[in-house]
């Protein structure tokens, strides 16, 4: 099983940014797709953004241009850079991995929360 930590949520400004880190443990992290979600009080849980373990990226439209997610193979870790806050950024930010074999296989980090005050 895959371990999930995620680090660098915080209180922040309208307007500010935050760094999001996902630290992965095990030797499978290249081969995984990566995805940040979130989950504000009384919502569904969404997706933020994905990476491929070739580096494609995908954004829900309510981020684009804002957020940034990239990973660090070397270091079996990945990003999501938020600029240009908003308060209804406001939520839980969880990492996934999603690792395809001949099965597909979800682990879940245990949550960040990212509180954006106007």
């Known amino acids: 099983q895959v371990q999930l930590v995620e680090s660098g949520g915080g209180l922040v400004q309208a307007g500010g940014s935050l760094r999001l880190s996902c630290a992965a443990s095990?030797?499978?992290?290249?081969?995984?797709?990566m995805r940040w979600y979130r989950q504000a009080p009384g919502k569904q849980r969404e997706m933020v953004a994905a990476?491929?373990?070739?580096?494609?990226?995908v954004y829900a439209d309510s981020v684009k241009g804002r957020f940034i997610i990239s990973r660090d193979n070397a270091k079996n870790t990945v990003y999501l850079q938020m600029n240009s806050l908003k308060p209804e950024d406001t939520a839980v930010y969880y990492c996934?991995?999603?690792?395809?074999?001949?099965?597909?296989?979800?682990?879940w980090g245990q949550g960040t929360q990212v509180t954006v005050s106007s």
């Open positions: 095990g030797s499978t992290f290249s081969r995984a797709v």
């Open positions: 990476i491929t373990s070739g580096g494609t990226t």
């Open positions: 996934n991995s999603q690792l395809f074999t001949n099965t597909v296989r979800n682990d």
